[in-house]
C-alpha cells in the first residue's frame, strides 16, 4: 500500500482509528503504538488490501493461502508514520464510524467464520476487513458534529470535571476508591512515605480499602509480616476499611476478615456505577461489572494516589462486545469470556476499554458479570464495563449507603469497534496451556488427561460458581477420579456454601454435593493457589502435572512449577473434568 | 532539588506525541534515560527511593555520575519470544519480598526470569550463585510483561542489572510501572520480528539518540520508535516528579 493510496484513504482510516483530536499537550505514560494485535501464525494470512469504496457489503474477505474467510471485523494495525502524521491535520471533528448500525444490519455472527486466530502481521500495513460506512459529506466539510461518548469515556470526564472528552486524553482522574493487598500493600505504602513524608496522612481514610487475601494461609514469615506491615498502616492512619486477620489456624473467627479483594469489594458496597476504583491488582478491572471505571496499577501509581486522590490516566477507545441470544444452559460466563479473548487474543484489547452490551449480558446476574469483566486484563484490556441496570441496582440494595450515578453510552458514541456473539451458538471452551487465548472446544480436549481440578480465585470462586459445579455433581451422581480443591474467594462464599440449597437437590447445599462427590473439603477463603504463592499454599502445584482451573491466568508456572499445565476453564467444566479425570463437556452431565 | 533536575535536564524536552515521527528533536532523547545512581539518585527521590546513597550499582556498564547522562546503553542481550508475562519474570512465591526495602530490592532482583521454563530457555539470565546478571539488555517480541499489575517485575529486573527493554510492543500496565519506578527503560521496536534474527549473548548498543538498536555480533541495525507520550513523564523523573512540576502536588516535604 503506497502513501498515494493510504492519504487518499485518510477519511477511512479517520473513521477506523476514531482520531478526533490532536495529541492532548498533557501526555501520558501509554504506548506509542496505535492499536495493535498480533497472534502468532503458522502462515501469514494474505488478505486483499481494503477496499476504499463507499460499499459497506463486502464484509468477508479470504486469505490468499489458505482460502481461510476472514469476517466483517475492524482491524487495526499500527499506522505507518505518514499516516498518523496525516491523521493529525484533519479536524478535530472527523466523523467517527457509527459501528452499530451497519454490522447490525448483518447477519448474526457464526463465531465459525471468525477465524481471528490468524492474522496478517505485517506491520505498517492498514487492514480494515470492513471498510466503514461513510457519512454524506466528507469530515472536512462538516463543520463541528457533536458526537457522544461511552462508558468509560463519560466515567472520566465526570470524574475529571470535564464536560467532553476523547479517546487518547490524558487527564487527572479524582479516584472514589483505593484498593490493596497484602502483596503489594507494603510496597506501596513504602512510596507512600518515602514521596509524602513519614507523617503524612491519606488523602481519605474512607476511600482506601486495605484487604489482605493473597498469602495469608502460610507459615511463610514475609507473608506474614506483610500482613502486619499494613495492619499498622491501617491503624496508623486509621483506615476505615481494613478486613484485618490475626489467628491464621481459623478464619471463622476473625470477624473482619473478607478474603479475595475483588469479591470482597462487591459484597461490602465498594463497587458503584459511575465511580472509578483502583487497586494494585490486575484483576481490579472485575468491578467493571457495576458499570463503573476500575483497573489495575502498580506500587508507584498506588502510591501517589494515596497521597493525592488522584492519577493521570490515559483515555482509552472503547471496545464493543455485543452478545445475544439465549444463554445455553451448559454455558457460563467464563465460556463467553474465554472465547472472547481466543478470538481478539491476549493483546487484543490493550490500552482499550471493553464493553459488553446485548440481551444475554443482560441476563447476567452480577456474579457472572464479574467473572466476564475480571478476565478483561487477559486481553490487554484496560478496564471492562456493563451497563448497570436493575440487577445491578438489586445486589448494591443493603450494601451501601452512599449515593451513586450510573452513567450508559451515548446513542452516538464512538467506538474503535464491534464485535458481535451469537451465544446461543457457542460451546463450552478451555484455554490450553500456556495462554489464555489459546482457545479450544472442550470437546476437543476430551483425550487430555488431567491430574486434579481446581475451583476457585476471584474469577471462579465465587457463591455462582460453586453452585455451577455443584450442580454437574448432582447431575452426575458419582464421585470425583481426580483431587478436587474448593477455595471459596470469602468467607461469605464459604458460608453460602454450608447453608444455601441447591436448586433441584431437594435442600441439599453445595457442600453436601461436593462430600458425596468426594471432593477436598472447601478450603479456607483467600487467592489460594491461583498464583502459586509461598510452597506450603493449598493446592499450590509442586510438580509437574494437569488441572483444569477456574482461575484466570494458565502461563508457565502461574500456579507453582514451571512445567505444570493449566486448562482454563468454567466451573461446569471443570466439574465434568474432575468426574471423568479427563478435560470433558460439561453436556456430557447436564 | 528542582535546581538539580533543571541544570541536568536542559534543554527541558518538547512533548513528543506520537505523530512527530519519525525524529524527535535530539534535545528530547538525550534527556530520556539517565545513568545510575547519578540523576537516578533524584530520580530515584522523586519517585521511588529504593536506593539509600550507599548501595552501589552492580555492574559495571551503570555510567557514573558524570557530565551529560548517557544516551546509549551497551552489552551482552538476552532475547525472548512473545507473551512474557509477569508469573515468568517473577514468579509469584517471591511476591512476599517488599521491593521498597533495599535488602529485598537486592533479593528480587536475584530472582528475575526465574520463572523462565528452561527447556525454551536453557541459558539462565542469572547465573547460579550470583544475584545479578550480565545480560543489561533484553530483546523481546509483542506483548512483553502482559499478566499481573505487579510493580515487583520492573522492579526485579532493574534490580538484577537490566538496563533497557527493546520489545515489539508492551503490555499496559508493565510499560507504565517501568516508567513510573524508572527501573527499567521500555523501549519499542519500529518492525516486528528483530527477537528471531538475535541470540542471547549477542553484544548490542541501543542508541536513543538515533533510535536505533544495533546487533554488532550479528552486523545488523533495526530502527527504534521515540518513546513517545512517556517522554515527559520520564524526562520528569517518573509520575510523583512530573505532578510536581506541573503543578498537580507541592514539592516533597
Known amino acids: 500500500m503506497t502513501c498515494g493510496t493510504a492519504l487518499l484513504s485518510l477519511s477511512h482510516w479517520l473513521l477506523v482509528l476514531g482520531i478526533s483530536s490532536l495529541p492532548h499537550p498533557l501526555p501520558e505514560i501509554s504506548s506509542a503504538r496505535a492499536s495493535l494485535f498480533r497472534v502468532p501464525t503458522h502462515h501469514r494470512h494474505t488478505l486483499p488490501s481494503p477496499s476504499f469504496s463507499s460499499n459497506p457489503s463486502t464484509p468477508l474477505h479470504s486469505c490468499k493461502n489458505c482460502k481461510r474467510i476472514f469476517s466483517d471485523y475492524i482491524i487495526l494495525y499500527s499506522l505507518p508514520p505518514v499516516l498518523l502524521m496525516a491523521a493529525t491535520i484533519v479536524p478535530a471533528h472527523a466523523a467517527f464510524f457509527g459501528a452499530k448500525k451497519e454490522i447490525g444490519a448483518r447477519a448474526s455472527f457464526s463465531p465459525s467464520i471468525s477465524a481471528h486466530r490468524c492474522r496478517k502481521h505485517a506491520l505498517n500495513k492498514v487492514l480494515a476487513v470492513m471498510s466503514p460506512t461513510q457519512p454524506s459529506r466528507a469530515p472536512s466539510t462538516t463543520g463541528s458534529v457533536k458526537h457522544g461518548m461511552t462508558m468509560t469515556e463519560k466515567i472520566l470526564a465526570k470524574s475529571s470535571d470535564r464536560s467532553k472528552l476523547e479517546p487518547g486524553e490524558n487527564i487527572w482522574v479524582n479516584i472514589d476508591v483505593l484498593m490493596t493487598h497484602d502483596v503489594c500493600g507494603p510496597g506501596t505504602i513504602g512510596i507512600f512515605k518515602k514521596e509524602f513524608g513519614k507523617n503524612a496522612k491519606v488523602w481519605d481514610r474512607e476511600k482506601i480499602v486495605i484487604i489482605p487475601d493473597h498469602y495469608i494461609f502460610t507459615s511463610d514469615e514475609r507473608a506474614n509480616r506483610n500482613v502486619d506491615i499494613i495492619r499498622d498502616f491501617a491503624l496508623e492512619q486509621n483506615i476505615k476499611y481494613f478486613y484485618d486477620i490475626k489467628d491464621l489456624s481459623n478464619f471463622k473467627v476473625n470477624p473482619d476478615y473478607k478474603g479475595v479483594c475483588h469479591v470482597a469489594l462487591a459484597q461490602e458496597g465498594h463497587c458503584r456505577p459511575g465511580e472509578v476504583l483502583l487497586g494494585t491488582d490486575s484483576h481490579t478491572c472485575n468491578a467493571g461489572a457495576f458499570g463503573q471505571f476500575a483497573t489495575g496499577i502498580g506500587n508507584t501509581d498506588a502510591g501517589f494516589v494515596m497521597g493525592t486522590g488522584k492519577l493521570l490516566l490515559k483515555v482509552p477507545p472503547t471496545m464493543q462486545f455485543v452478545l445475544d441470544g439465549e444463554m445455553p444452559h451448559y454455558l457460563l460466563a467464563k465460556d463467553l469470556i474465554l472465547q472472547i479473548i481466543g478470538e481478539i487474543t491476549v493483546a487484543g484489547a490493550t490500552y482499550k476499554s471493553m464493553e459488553f452490551v446485548g440481551s444475554t449480558v443482560e441476563s447476567l446476574n452480577m456474579e457472572e458479570r464479574m467473572t466476564l469483566c475480571n478476565m478483561v486484563v487477559e486481553a490487554g484490556g484496560k478496564n471492562g464495563v456493563v451497563p448497570p441496570d436493575e440487577t445491578t441496582f438489586k445486589y448494591l440494595e443493603g450494601k451501601t449507603s452512599l449515593n451513586y450515578e450510573p452513567v450508559y453510552s451515548d446513542e452516538s458514541a464512538k467506538f474503535i469497534s464491534e464485535y458481535r456473539f451469537d451465544v446461543s451458538k457457542l460451546e463450552p471452551v478451555v484455554a490450553k496451556p500456556h495462554s489464555p487465548d489459546n482457545r479450544a472446544l472442550a470437546r476437543e480436549c476430551k483425550d487430555v488427561k488431567i491430574d486434579r481440578v481446581y475451583i476457585g480465585s476471584c474469577t471462579g470462586g465465587k457463591t455462582e460458581d460453586f453452585m455451577a459445579a455443584a450442580k454437574v455433581f448432582l447431575a452426575s451422581g458419582k464421585k470425583v477420579k481426580v483431587p478436587t480443591f474448593l477455595v471459596p474467594a470469602t468467607q461469605k462464599v464459604w458460608m453460602d456454601l454450608y447453608s444455601l440449597p441447591v436448586p433441584g437437590s431437594g435442600g441439599k447445599t453445595c457442600s453436601q454435593i461436593f462430600e458425596e462427590a468426594g471432593c477436598d473439603t472447601p478450603a479456607s477463603p483467600s487467592c489460594g493457589a491461583c498464583l502459586g504463592g509461598p510452597r506450603d499454599t493449598y493446592a499450590r502445584m509442586n510438580e509437574p502435572m494437569v488441572c483444569v482451573s477456574t482461575t484466570n491466568r494458565n502461563f508457565p508456572g502461574r500456579m507453582g512449577h514451571k512445567e505444570g499445565q493449566i486448562y482454563l476453564a468454567s466451573p461446569y467444566t471443570a466439574a465434568a473434568s474432575a468426574l471423568t479425570g479427563y478435560v470433558t463437556d460439561p453436556r456430557e452431565f447436564l | ?253
Open chain 2, 1 to 253: 532539588m528542582a535546581t538539580t533536575l533543571s541544570s541536568i535536564q536542559a534543554p527541558v524536552s518538547t512533548i513528543c506525541a506520537f505523530s512527530q515521527r519519525p525524529h524527535c528533536p535530539t534535545g528530547t532523547q538525550s534527556l530520556l534515560f539517565v545513568s545510575k545512581p547519578s540523576n537516578y539518585v533524584i530520580f530515584a527521590k522523586t519517585s521511588y527511593s529504593f536506593k539509600p546513597s550507599k548501595i552501589r550499582p552492580i555492574t559495571a556498564l551503570r555510567a557514573t555520575p558524570s557530565s551529560s547522562p548517557p544516551t546509549t546503553f551497551h552489552g551482552q542481550c538476552y532475547v525472548l519470544g512473545d507473551n512474557i508475562d509477569t508469573d515468568q519474570i517473577i514468579p509469584a512465591e517471591h511476591l512476599t519480598l517488599v521491593p521498597s526495602k533495599p535488602d529485598e530490592y537486592k533479593k528480587l532482583g536475584s530472582f528475575a526470569f526465574s520463572g523462565l521454563p528452561t527447556s525454551l530457555y536453557p541459558i539462565p539470565f542469572i547465573q547460579p550463585g550470583t544475584d545479578s546478571t550480565q545480560y543489561p539488555i533484553i530483546i523481546a517480541g509483542a506483548n512483553f510483561g502482559c499478566g499481573s499489575s505487579r510493580e515487583h517485575a520492573p522492579v526485579a529486573l532493574g534490580a538484577a542489572g537490566v538496563r533497557a527493554v527493546v520489545a515489539e510492543s508492551y503490555a499496559r500496565i508493565f510499560f507504565r510501572n517501568s516508567v513510573a519506578t524508572g527501573e527499567v527503560y521500555p523501549i519499542e521496536l519500529e518492525h516486528e520480528g528483530v527477537n528471531k534474527q538475535c541470540t542471547t549473548g549477542d553484544i548490542v548498543t541501543v542508541d536513543l539518540d538515533r533510535n536505533v538498536f544495533i546487533n554488532h555480533t550479528k552486523g545488523k541495525e533495526f530502527v527504534l520508535k521515540p518513546i513517545g507520550d512517556a517522554g515527559p513523564v520520564i524526562d520528569a523523573g517518573g509520575i510523583f516528579a512530573y505532578a510536581r512540576k506541573t503543578g498537580m502536588i507541592s514539592s516533597m516535604v
